[in-house]
């Protein structure tokens, strides 16, 4: 076990690009409309980042074009690109890095060809406001920005959410908005969370160049054996992807799939597991640790399952067995993992699965570290274990085993534990949610149930 200490090196060998991403985002708090000469200076230095690539020319007239107080939204989109694509090669490098100490074959790319089709007028017009908008914030910056920035937008907003072709465009513009709304008037521009912010300024402008497109999906049948539940929610979304290897024409695959659903803040404990009907089976099948038959399941180029309920209950598997025989340091095997979309290539987004073993507990304060001496140690990403797992710091803490996720967050990595081996009992995020699910008249008695009636009512009225 050699790869914990590795690991940071790692971090060490890309912090010049980490500090570069945080001098141009230091451009959005102070606003481009007031840039001093360390934040111009700041931009010729990313325009020599891009020397000799297809961004230069563009990101020379949009640089040239803001130091001179030329204010288009085109060339904000230019920003978003070039910051989008550094993030892109930082995940690509970090992501070969791992790969590597952990004896795992690059990931082989494909193809993706998007559709040509032009998006209809009254999307076009959208995403225009949305990309004004967008430069109106990067102009007042973070520090200063106010409600009357903001509030204009809702309108626009509105209509943006009422149409279906840019449902993705909807969903993170109605959290970057309700996100500054809550923290504005800035009191202490120390206190912004720059990183995240720009993240999703960037992600908004780069949703206006066109609407998402889904790529082509292909039918697969075959075994189906889940691992683990990544969960996560706040006030208004719960969303749980859970990560599995897909048996399947003579080849072993990694394959994920992910369920969503809007939820209120009414509906805060287990009963969120009756948010996801269609996920019943699956959910069913992760409790017993059965595979699931699947046929003609679609299965995108990224790896992910649509899934629609589909399965049938197979034989049982041991879970902490599978994950050790596929996810251990140097393995050796031959597990095809999926290429990763564009538009997900970003540091936050590294989530290679890892099989921990033979490690020391180290407890300090709220914080626990896996120590194997001399070769290392990792922490334990206590930020992404959801309030409503079965998984708590008590239960890692007492662990021989983890199967999880390697992250990358602030510059550093970390695990996400998504089941964990105490001698022989196997804990793991979402084993009860089958349970949940299965009692009597859960669903009617439920906050879930009275909400959905209600609204049934209100329907019939109408």
């Known amino acids: 076990m050699a790869f914990p200490g590795a690991l940071h090196q790692i971090s060490e060998s890309n912090q010049e690009i980490f500090e570069l991403i945080a001098s141009l985002d230091e451009c959005f708090i102070t606003g481009f409309a007031n840039l001093d000469e360390q934040h111009l200076q700041t931009l010729q230095s990313i325009e020599r980042v891009f020397t000799g690539t297809p961004l230069q020319q563009s990101l020379t007239e949009s640089t040239q074009a803001i130091s001179t107080n030329e204010f288009v939204d085109k060339h904000f989109a230019v920003l978003a690109t070039v910051r989008a694509a550094i993030q892109g090669a930082l995940f690509d490098t970090l992501q070969a890095q791992v790969r590597s100490l952990l004896g795992r074959a690059a990931i082989a790319e494909v193809e993706h060809k998007d559709a040509d089709e032009e998006p209809p007028n009254n999307v076009k017009v959208l995403l225009a406001s949305v990309r004004h908008w967008l430069m109106e914030i990067a102009l007042v910056g973070y520090a200063r920005l106010d409600i009357s920035t903001l509030v204009p937008f809702l309108g626009t907003l509105e209509q943006i959410q009422a149409e279906p072709l840019l449902i993705r465009q909807a969903a993170l513009l109605t959290g970057y908005f309700h996100e500054l709304m809550r923290n504005l008037p800035v009191a202490d521009s120390q206190a912004i ?60 695959q990694l394959v994920r799939v992910t369920q969503s659903a809007y939820k209120v803040d009414a509906i805060n404990n287990e009963q969120i597991w009756l948010l996801f009907p269609n996920a019943t089976n699956l959910l069913d099948a992760f409790a017993q640790n059965r595979r699931l038959q699947i046929k003609d399941v679609p299965l995108l180029p990224t790896g992910d399952l649509l899934w629609q309920g589909q399965g049938e209950l197979g034989e049982n598997y ?32 590294l989530a290679e699965p890892i099989y921990l073993s033979n490690y020391q507990v180290v407890k300090n304060d709220e914080n626990i570290v896996l120590s194997w001496g001399d070769a290392g140690e990792l922490s334990i990403a206590n930020e992404r274990i959801s309030s409503l797992s079965e998984l708590n710091l008590d239960i890692i803490a007492k662990s021989q085993q983890i199967f999880g996720l390697l992250r990358f967050d602030a510059g550093k990595w970390s695990v996400q534990p998504l089941a964990v081996a105490v001698k022989n009992k196997i804990t793991s995020t979402g084993q009860t949610a089958a349970s949940v699910i299965a009692k009597k008249d859960s669903i009617k008695n439920s906050v879930v149930g009275i909400l959905q009636e209600r609204s049934s009512r209100l329907l019939r009225k109408g």
């Open 193 to 252: 969370p720059n990183y995240r912010w720009v993240d999703l300024w960037t992600q908004a402008m780069l949703g206006t160049m066109r609407p998402a497109i889904l790529p082509q999906s292909s039918p697969i049948s075959g075994n189906l054996e889940i691992l683990g539940l990544d969960l996560r929610q706040h006030a208004n979304l719960v969303s749980f992807t859970a990560y599995g290897l897909l048996n399947a024409n003579n080849q072993t």
């Open 318 to 349: 041991n879970l902490i067995k599978r994950a050790a025989e596929f996810f251990a340091e140097n393995t050796g095997n031959s597990l095809i993992y999926s290429t990763v979309a564009a538009c997900d290539r970003h540091p936050i987004q």
